[in-house]
């Protein structure tokens, strides 16, 4: 029997396959398509005096041991964070290793933006809109609000489409079945307008985020704006696990994003987990060793210039390939455990990246 083969959960009659650890529609243990006898839910468990003593649980790459977030140490610095971070980091390097496919979603993601504003940018340019948009002195019209509403939809559009493709490889090999893009384009393509639902309402956050920033750009207008874009870019990647992996719609993933996050399965884990700190720090370093060796080649000869621009540019677009795949990751992972423990109503096994980086 092969990893790719579709069973039914002998709990509850959903679909999982043969390498699945736990059903996410009911939260059974599974054990190559049958129920795990020490694991099985409560529903299924007759009812008989059970001691309440904590097992021993082993702990291996293949085993993780089952944990509850909200018993994790809360606190420990910027260093805690950073490590915890830094760890989930190396373990997602190391799916990206096992399989190069979970990347090229991020690489074509960033290809397409690209064409797709420098495509933005000649038309600005050949209608002598851009020097009017650069002036100090433009007023901004209904027309550009208009064509920024409609430039940030297609852009968000373009970058959901391609970080749902990296959910779908994300959550394939944590599965233990090969990842493929085709089958990862597939699975968008049928998820579009929930997609497209997502980012027409992330354009209406934006413009209401800029909206509040104003020209004058004060200080509290702008803890406020930035407030509301962290929040909802944290929501938008909880979402996208939910839409992907259960096929729901924009509604319904709203809604279990929220219900999952009021639970408290995730938070715990979203402020403590420095990935977003490890990313801004890959940012940053990515950033100065582009100038650095930009300035190095211009300064041993001028010719230089045009291939220190592509070096930079080069260095700059992998770093932003890489944290793309790293959050995009690290909130496959942690919807994962979300549900299953959701499911189990008990805690459940995360998933390898996660429960190392917070063990």
């Given at each position: 029997m092969t990893s790719d083969e579709k069973l039914s959960c002998p709990n509850c009659g959903a679909d999982i396959y043969y390498n699945d650890a736990y059903c996410l529609a009911c939260g059974a243990a599974l054990d190559e398509g049958q129920l795990a006898d020490e694991m099985a839910p409560a529903s299924v468990v007759p009812e008989i005096e059970i001691d309440t003593a904590q097992p021993e649980y082993e702990t291996s790459p293949e085993h993780p041991q089952p944990w509850d977030p909200a018993a994790m140490a809360v606190g420990g610095g910027?260093?805690?964070?950073?490590?915890?971070?830094?760890?989930?980091?190396?373990?997602?390097?190391?799916?990206?290793?096992?399989?190069?496919?979970?990347?090229?979603?991020?690489?074509?993601?960033?290809?397409?933006?690209?064409?797709?504003?420098?495509?933005?940018?000649?038309i600005l340019s050949a209608t002598g809109l851009w020097g009017r948009l650069m002036s100090e002195e433009s007023e901004e019209g209904p027309i550009f609000w208009v064509a920024g509403?409609?430039?940030?939809?297609?852009?968000?559009?373009?970058?959901?489409?391609?970080?749902?493709?990296?959910?779908?490889?994300?959550?394939?090999?944590?599965?233990?079945?090969?990842?493929?893009?085709?089958?990862a384009f597939q699975d968008a393509l049928k998820n579009l307008f929930a997609l497209v639902s997502?980012?027409?309402?992330?354009?209406?956050?934006?413009?209401?985020?800029?909206?509040?920033?104003?020209?004058?750009?004060s200080i509290g207008r702008e803890l406020a704006s930035r407030a509301i874009d962290r929040t909802w870019l944290a929501a938008t990647y909880l979402i996208l696990p939910i839409i992907i992996i259960e096929d729901a719609s924009i509604k319904e993933a709203i809604s279990r994003g929220w219900n999952l996050h009021r639970s408290r399965l995730a938070d715990v884990i979203v402020a403590e987990i420095g990935v977003v700190l490890v990313n801004r720090i890959l940012g940053t370093l990515a950033m100065l060793a582009a100038l650095g060796l930009g300035i190095v080649l211009y300064?041993?000869?001028?010719?230089?210039l045009p291939v220190a621009i592509m070096v930079a540019a080069a260095i700059i677009s992998f770093a932003m390939i890489f944290t793309s795949y790293l959050r995009t990751a690290y909130y496959t992972c942690l919807y994962l455990w979300a549900a299953a423990s959701e499911a189990a109503q008990q805690p459940v096994a995360a998933p390898k990246p996660l429960a190392i980086a917070a063990a």
């Open positions: 910027f260093w805690v964070r950073l490590e915890r971070g830094w760890i989930f980091m190396k373990q997602a390097m190391t799916m990206w290793l096992d399989d190069k496919d979970l990347i090229i979603p991020s690489a074509l993601g960033l290809l397409n933006l690209a064409v797709f504003f420098g495509l933005c940018y000649w509403a409609v430039v940030a939809l297609i852009a968000y559009v373009i970058t959901y489409f391609y970080t749902a493709m990296t959910v779908n490889l994300v959550d394939t090999h944590l599965k233990g079945r090969d990842a493929k893009l085709g089958e997502l980012a027409v309402l992330s354009t209406a956050v934006s413009l209401f985020s800029s909206a509040i920033r104003g020209k004058d750009r300064m041993t000869s001028p010719a230089l």
